[in-house]
């Protein structure tokens, strides 16, 4: 514990917006150069509170897909692959960045999404696992490695696995197999070795289908809402001209449930497959709407749906001038990844995005129903005339659902490895080495053309139009930035340019603007290795992973015992969760519901303890607010007012609360008393909300 300890308070980062400054800072500006996060921090040392206003947003539109998982449940965190998230992040105070180390895997677990348990599931051993990535040094608590456990000779496409709803990883495999594996009992409790229940060789049995050879491999998998399982071959270069067969096509849910069920199931009865033509394919991930399947290729945009058969609702087709490389005197040596789009298309319920590639790239919305392109711009068109654009990465996609959806798009181009134009390159296989630019890897983002921009299509009385709110040109990101609707932020990690400092930031979704960021360290292998950013569902945690097999967590320490300040409330047993006002009437607040829940445990306590919440965003008469918390009969009952109390930082009680201003929620707890949630002697868990 000592040494944990010691590493966590080592890593401790100053944050470069501090009180009384301004929260529109300019990118870059008031960094720390030269110094790592070990630099930077000391024992117990936390940033101090920024000025960041909470700007919460309306939920995403998603309609829940009854087999998938309800909870983050895949990369791109659902299966419309909006890359947005409901659930609470960072704000800014006293944000610290804590590390959990990496020592059996090869890399810094990559790839995270989480069940609806919360427990991470990761890449490991050329497979999945079940792994405690908050500890000091990252522990597994069950896996499935094809090499230890399945005889080799393959790995697990984790990019494109998901948790269904029944908490079963479903996975594609490079040997084009689609394997569903359970990682949990009953309860909950993980299993030590994953159960594999389900493997299917979904290559073979489309070949049957088509009593064709499929030149391509399988790519990506997603579960329809009726339960089908949905595939397509491909990879990220697929060239038209070298005529590689390709397919996209579903196994009925009947089968699925058949095989889960010990019955034998006959393949050529139940996978159905739609032949694209010669040198067609898919370049990235599947979604999935009440509508159907919508899958991208480098060609076209499909809507499918099963039908005792693959049923082509449309086919969209789009341009795209090939294949982008650097050229001779570029300052990347890399490229882009893809021939066509490249992009994980986008889903509303009434609009499918992707972007084209072509010379400038283009965003395009079409019409879920029809197919039809009902809006396009182009976009980066801030940059440079000659910068090179190649819109790769998933995009953010949020439909606040009064006729408007944002877009935010993000260049890659530089990222991808040269190599990937070789005759024999196979780009549907997910590596480092098999798809990115090494010098990249090695050197940092300045090897990336930059650019984000924020795109809203708006319904209009004469149907859609393209505004561009704000676009960045100072910015390379390859981290997959996310959105928070529950703080009104996009989440990213870049690299300043100038100092080869890496930073988490934080960009006002109305503006762009930089409201936050914190160095973490400016050694090359900070790079955070193209993957996203994870935000699981604490609400305190936003991961990130480092070429240096360290993944890091941003954390605000919004909780504290301030009649003892020396101890350290754990960060990872400390929750804010947004609770709906339905939820808050129907378990027993009364009025409405105020600021998040918030939930902490703490060890080792004296027969009353108090506990201090930090919020933001509170704002009316101070006697108008009722602080309410959980009882262990699962209902909310008010707390009595001699237990609790708002104040400022300084310790004053306000009349009245601003929405900018941070205050402390001072709340008295006892063990094993009425509000306290731990059956464990000496340990107090609280869960509390405010009502106005």
């Not at 401790?12 to 996060?37: F, H, K, R």
């Not at 029944?166 to 309860?187: A, F, G, I």
């Not at 480092?432 to 209009?460: F, H, S």
Request: hydrophobic share 35%.
């Amino acid at each position: 514990m000592k040494k944990r300890a010691f590493i966590i308070a080592m890593l401790a980062c100053m944050v470069t917006a501090t009180a009384g400054s301004s929260v529109n800072m300019a990118y870059g500006e008031g960094v720390q150069t030269g110094e790592s996060a070990a630099d930077i921090g000391g024992a117990g040392q936390a940033a101090e509170t920024t000025e960041i206003p909470i700007k919460p947003l309306a939920a995403k539109s998603v309609d829940e897909n009854p087999y998938m998982a309800k909870s983050d449940s895949n990369i791109h965190h659902d299966c419309y692959n909006t890359d947005s998230t409901d659930e609470v992040l960072p704000v800014g105070i006293y944000s610290e960045i804590n590390v959990s180390y990496e020592k059996t895997n090869a890399n810094a677990s990559p790839a995270i999404f989480f069940d609806t348990y919360g427990h991470a599931v990761v890449p490991f051993l050329g497979g999945l696992a079940i792994r405690d990535i908050n500890a000091g040094e990252t522990k597994t608590e069950g896996y499935f490695s094809p090499k230890e456990q399945d005889g080799g000779g393959y790995m697990i496409q984790s990019s494109y696995s998901f948790v269904d709803e029944s908490n079963r990883l479903v996975c594609p495999t490079s040997n084009n197999h689609v394997l569903m594996l359970k990682t949990t009992d009953e309860e909950g409790n993980v299993l030590p070795q994953f159960e594999k229940v389900l493997d299917i060789d979904v290559k073979a049995a489309a070949e049957e289908a088509l009593g064709k050879t499929l030149d391509q491999n399988l790519l990506s998998v997603v579960f329809d809402y009726e339960g089908n399982l949905w595939f397509a071959t491909g990879g990220f270069r697929i060239y038209p001209d070298r005529q590689q067969q390709g397919a996209m096509g579903y196994i009925s849910r009947e089968a699925i449930e058949g095989i889960l069920n010990g019955k034998e199931v006959i393949l050529s009865d139940s996978v159905f497959v739609y032949e694209l033509a010669p040198g067609e394919g898919a370049e990235n991930g599947i979604a999935a709407s009440k509508d159907g399947a919508v899958i991208l290729t480098n060609q076209n945009c499909y809507l499918l749906q099963a039908d005792n058969g693959v049923k082509k609702v449309w086919e969209t087709p789009y341009e795209s001038v090939g294949a982008k490389e650097s050229e001779e005197g570029d300052d990347t040596t890399g490229g882009g990844l893809a021939w066509g789009g490249g992009c994980s298309p986008s889903l509303t319920p009434d609009l499918v995005m992707f972007t084209d590639n072509q010379s400038p790239v283009n965003l395009l919305a079409v019409d879920m129903k029809t197919g039809e392109v009902v809006a396009s711009a182009p976009v980066m068109e801030a940059l440079p005339k000659d910068a090179q654009v190649s819109v790769e990465n998933s995009a953010i996609v949020y439909d606040n659902g009064e006729g408007t959806v944002s877009t935010i798009v993000c260049n890659w181009f530089g990222a991808g490895s040269a190599s990937l134009g070789n005759a024999d390159s196979d780009s549907s296989i997910q590596s480092y080495a098999n798809i990115y630019d090494e010098n990249w890897l090695r050197q940092g983002n300045r090897m990336i053309t930059p650019g984000v921009e924020r795109v809203d299509t708006i319904k209009t009385d004469n149907g859609y139009e393209m505004r561009s709110i704000w676009c960045r040109s100072d910015l390379s990101d390859t981290s997959m930035l996310k959105l928070s609707t529950a703080t009104g932020y996009i989440y990213g990690y870049v690299q300043n340019l100038e100092t080869g400092m890496w930073q988490y930031i934080m960009l006002d979704f109305e503006t762009g603007e930089t409201a936050f960021a914190m160095d973490v360290a400016n050694k090359p292998g900070y790079n955070n290795m193209a993957i996203g950013m994870y935000a699981g569902n604490s609400g305190n945690a936003l991961y990130c992973p480092t070429g240096y097999l360290e993944l890091l967590r941003l954390q605000d320490r919004f909780v504290y015992l301030p009649e003892m300040p020396y101890r350290k409330v754990n960060l990872d047993q400390a929750r804010r969760n947004v609770l709906s006002q339905e939820t808050f009437e129907a378990d027993g607040g009364q009025g409405m519901v105020a600021g998040w829940l918030n939930t902490v445990t703490v060890e080792n306590v004296h027969p009353n303890t108090t506990v201090a919440i930090r919020m933001k965003g509170l704002s009316g008469e101070t006697a108008a607010f009722k602080l309410y918390a959980y009882g262990v009969d699962g209902k909310l009952a008010e707390v009595p007012a001699e237990l609790w109390h708002i104040q400022t930082e300084s310790g004053e009680i306000p009349e009245a609360l601003s929405g900018d201003t941070l205050y402390e929620v001072h709340m008295t707890v006892e063990d094993s008393g009425s509000f306290d949630l731990s059956d464990t002697e000496k340990e107090i868990q609280v869960s509390a909300v405010l009502g106005n």
